[in-house]
């Protein structure tokens, strides 16, 4: 399981976006790095991250070797209504983890 | 006279080599892969990037599209190109109506002194772009990240 | 002996003065400071293996503030980790889970003034840290003095030296892309001159610590550090 944190707000207001933030624990090994003794690190990335709510999804990256180790993201999502929000990644080994919060809306 | 010539000419590839990584890959020539031929406004993208980043490691980049977010009017995607990167293409964003805002933030690897292009993807067949220089530096105290 | 003397008499400062404004802001992002991720696994060891005998991790407070200390225990001066190691038999250097309950525990003395006790036992190994400090070593014959203290706030090759001070330690180097320990950062530094890296648990880098702590006095730590 790929561990990570996800933060959203206390309570937001209804039809208004509120920031949704994202940290995930991986090396994004580019695949361009070697070890002591000249062996090639293969690449190993997290290539989707993809957010949900309500089951809906709203938003979502397709990540290269180019976003940092240790993917962080902000990005907004709009409610209408009281839901769970949940991230979900995977990494292009197929290990998986996620991440939910319940969102009041007032 | 003759050998003096023969050493300059053999040097000059090597020197060309030398200037970073590898000649920058062509912002142009990724934007008309991805639009399909269409030119992007230049407006309409804010990019905000440390202008000197001290390690190319971990970049702070946050990105606003000006868009109502609505259902008729939105951003569906934000593309990330980093010309100098063995892998220019960064990461794409998909968004939509449900994201209320085309605001995003993150962390990106810079390959060395570059510029970084956001081509935005709107409904309606509309396009976006801006472009914004980072110099990356290199600290004296590398480990080369030994344990 | 006079070059301490000389050099007490600046203001401590911690190394994310000595950082760019993204690097500050990483180190002060309550959410999104990468090293929150190994403090996120230490929470979670703690709460398995620790509070049995500790309860909850706020009774730590202070703890760290006065490392590297001399364990009677052990009979010998230990820093944070190896009092960790000890407690908790199987944690390798640098690997997730001794990070992350470092950094837990660390962070838990957030905010108070550093302060170690050096007298008795802690004597020896304070005297030995501070010969290290000032000794010129590696193929590039540089003592610690001769950039953190001579010359900190100048750049080498665009990058301000810093007084070189432990206080947010374990921090997440941005060139190591991981939370590391002040141990591998000290590591680094012998890398930097070209000397041999002392072992991981050695009797010399405890004893840096341990003088670094003492001319760190009354600086307050903010763990897990940034750094570049």
């Known amino acids: ?106 | 006279m003759k050998r003096r010539h023969f050493v300059v000419s053999l040097m000059l590839p090597f020197a060309a080599r030398a200037q970073g990584f590898s000649s920058p890959a062509d912002p142009a020539k990724w934007i008309g892969e991805i639009t399909g031929g269409s030119t992007p406004e230049k407006s309409g993208i804010e990019i905000e990037m440390p202008q000197i980043a001290e390690n190319g490691n971990a970049v702070p980049l946050h990105i606003r599209v000006a868009s109502p977010m609505t259902s008729g009017d939105h951003v569906k995607a934000i593309h990330v190109f980093a010309e100098r990167n063995p892998r220019p293409r960064v990461a794409t964003f998909h968004l939509g109506p449900d994201a209320g805002r085309a605001d995003i933030t993150t962390r990106v690897r810079l390959g060395g002194t570059q510029n970084v292009t956001v081509l935005a993807e709107l409904s309606g067949g509309r396009w976006r772009v801006a472009a914004q220089n980072v110099l990356v530096t290199t600290g004296a105290c590398l480990d080369e990240g030994s344990l | ?228």
């Not at chain 1, 790929?2 to 933060?7: S, T």
């Not at chain 1, 959203?8 to 949704?20: D, Y």
């Not at chain 1, 290539?47 to 962080?72: H, K, M, Q």
């Not at chain 3, 302060?115 to 290290?132: I, K």
């Open chain 3, 1 to 228: 002996m006079w070059l301490s003397a000389l050099f007490a008499a600046v203001t401590v400062a911690s190394g994310i003065e000595y950082q760019s404004d993204a690097v500050k802001a990483m180190q002060a992002d309550s959410f999104g400071n990468p090293g929150l991720l190994w403090v996120d696994r230490g929470a979670e060891l703690w709460k398995q293996k620790c509070t049995g005998c500790h309860g909850d991790v706020a009774s730590m407070k202070g703890v760290a503030a006065r490392y590297p200390r001399h364990s009677p225990q052990l009979g010998r001066v230990v820093d944070l980790e190896q009092r960790i190691q000890a407690c908790m038999p199987g944690l390798a250097w640098e690997s997730r889970d001794l990070l992350g309950l470092t950094a837990l525990v660390a962070r838990q003395s957030n905010g108070i003034p550093i302060s170690v006790d050096v007298s008795g036992p802690a004597a020896s190994t304070h005297e030995r840290g501070r010969s290290l400090y000032f000794e010129r070593q590696g193929q590039l014959n540089l003592a610690c003095t001769n950039c953190h203290d001579a010359n900190v706030g100048k750049t080498l090759l665009s990058e301000p030296i810093s007084q070189g001070q432990p206080a947010d330690w374990p921090a997440y180097r941005l060139e190591w892309q991981s939370l590391g320990s002040l141990q591998r950062r000290l590591r680094a530094c012998y890398f930097g001159v070209r000397a041999e890296m002392p072992a991981f648990g050695s009797d010399d880098l405890v004893a840096l610590e341990l003088y670094l702590a003492v001319r760190a006095k009354g600086l307050k730590a903010s763990v897990p550090g940034v750094r570049r």
């Open chain 1, 1 to 106: 399981m790929i561990e990570g944190r996800l933060r959203v707000p206390g309570s937001v207001k209804a039809g208004e976006p509120f920031e949704v933030r994202v940290l995930i624990l991986h090396p994004m090994e580019n695949g361009f790095r070697h070890e002591a003794d000249g062996r090639e690190i293969p690449m190993h990335i997290v290539n989707r991250v993809a957010c949900t709510y309500g089951g809906r999804e709203v938003f979502s990256v397709d990540l290269g070797t180019g976003i940092s180790a240790n993917p962080y993201l902000v990005f907004f999502v709009r409610a209408g209504q009281a839901g769970e929000l949940k991230v979900e990644w995977v990494d292009d080994k197929g290990e998986r983890g996620s991440a939910r919060a319940l969102v009041n809306v007032a």
